[in-house]
């Protein structure tokens, strides 16, 4: 199971890099501008610090909602480096636009994907990568998880080769439901993998095995 941290803040980038445990970074257009970046020159150079800082896929999203945009940004994006990954809404401009980067050796991933039909379509136009958003189908009060599930069986049902990139996670739940579905990657706000450290028994075992040394050596 691969981790990336859904951030487009270097310095979080950076810490959850400094674990040791990062396979890539998502971004959208609300991380990039929650971190003030704006104007097209210094969108790309940010994006080519972040691909700068891991050895994994960096997914950077086009802004343009027909083909013809869709296909000149992201040529710009998968331009900055290898690991640049094109990240395409999952509208019908959005299929024909990941079916073209598909024929063109231009790697993507396929956004805003909210059912298993969706995930089909971006299967079928050769997507790299799909992102079903868990949280927000649960904030809606429907069992996102679910559509983890069903992803997961579908694609191995027809040995489709697109990752299922666990997206819009709230919790360190989540990511080990998400484990357990068989999801490929989990994408994640640093704070939510950091959930995955905690648990009391450790702390109250650590606590007891230092003062039992401090006994004799302290
Ligand atoms: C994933 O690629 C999305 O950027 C992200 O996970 C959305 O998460 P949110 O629903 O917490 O905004």
Redesign the pocket.
Known sequence: MKFFV?TANLEQIKQAFDYGILDGV?T?P??MAKEGISGEANILEHYAKIANMVDGDV?AEVISTDFQGMIEEGQKLAAIAPNIVVKVPMIREGVKALSWFTANGIRTNC?LVFSAGQAILAAKAGATYV?P?I??IDDTTWAGMQLIYDIVEIYANYGFATEVLA????TANHIKECAIAGADVV?CPLKTIEGLFNHPLTDIGLEKFLADYNKLNG
């Open positions: 859904d998502t959208n609300s991380l997914s956004t992102s958003f949280g927000r997206a819009s996670i709230r994408t």
